[in-house]
């Protein structure tokens, strides 16, 4: 198993683009989601997934989309980038009955100028 | 919504000293308390977790917690530190509404 992998690794965006972060998972995970890191700031959950169809907000989730097609993939959408969203990004999944247990991707560094 | 607390932004110890990390918590239902580490470089990988039975939890690299349930805290502890165990430390607290919250960190130095 590949386990949780994101891309990409980092990027660079002006202000106002927008792009996707993919976060692909191989180990049949239900719960899926997307965590932001700034420096001394700890990890801020931005949305989760319970399955396929079914998306739900977490703390901090303005200025991002998410969808969820499949039980493997989970992108996140930054619509209007802003230096706001610089960051480190983290995609995490669990497995069924142990939605407590994360694994984490590799993470995906943004810098938007 | 449940929120944590790491009171130690930086700890710097010599090799072979003992650690103990404060983590406190807020929340007022059932809790899953939870380490994770995340080496320089690296991705969080989970330490430790609690979700009930007797309160100190062993963990990997012989690291332990404590929860203590008067006083709302999971503190981590390792009686003897590696300088392979520089790295940020995560507290985190999952309450019964799908929510995990993560405490900022504490980020651990280990001088040979």
């Known amino acids: 198993n590949a386990g949780v992998t994101q891309t990409p690794k980092f990027r660079i965006l002006k202000i106002g683009q927008s792009m996707t972060l993919q976060c692909t998972q191989d180990?049949?995970?239900?719960?899926m989601y997307w965590y932001r890191q700034d420096p001394g700031m700890g990890l801020k959950l931005i949305y989760y997934?319970?399955?396929?169809?079914?998306?739900d907000k977490g703390e901090v989730p303005n200025g991002y989309n998410v969808s969820r097609s499949t039980t493997e993939d989970f992108p996140l959408r930054l619509e209007l980038a802003a230096p706001s969203q610089t960051s480190v990004y983290f995609c995490?999944?669990?497995?069924?009955?142990?939605?407590?247990?994360?694994?984490f991707g590799p993470g995906t560094r943004l810098l938007v100028l | 919504a449940q929120s944590v607390s790491q009171h130690n932004h930086h700890v710097i110890l010599s090799e072979a000293a003992s650690l103990e990390l404060g983590c406190n918590y807020s929340?007022?239902?059932?809790?899953?308390l939870f380490w994770y580490v995340q080496y320089p470089g690296q991705h969080l990988q989970l330490l430790l977790k609690y979700f009930s039975g007797d309160p100190l939890v062993k963990g990997i690299k012989g690291f332990e917690a404590e929860f203590i349930k008067s006083k709302f805290s999971f503190n981590l502890r390792k009686p003897s530190v590696q300088w392979s165990d520089t790295a940020e430390y995560f507290c985190?607290?999952?309450?019964?509404?799908?929510?995990?919250?993560f405490g900022a960190g504490t980020r651990l130095t280990v001088k040979p």
């Open positions: 180990m049949n995970h239900n719960y």
């Open positions: 929340y007022g239902g059932t809790v899953n």
């Open positions: 997934s319970v399955g396929a169809g079914i998306t």
């Open positions: 995490a999944s669990s497995p069924p009955g142990l939605e407590e247990t994360q694994y």
């Open positions: 985190a607290v999952w309450g019964n509404n799908n929510d995990m919250r």
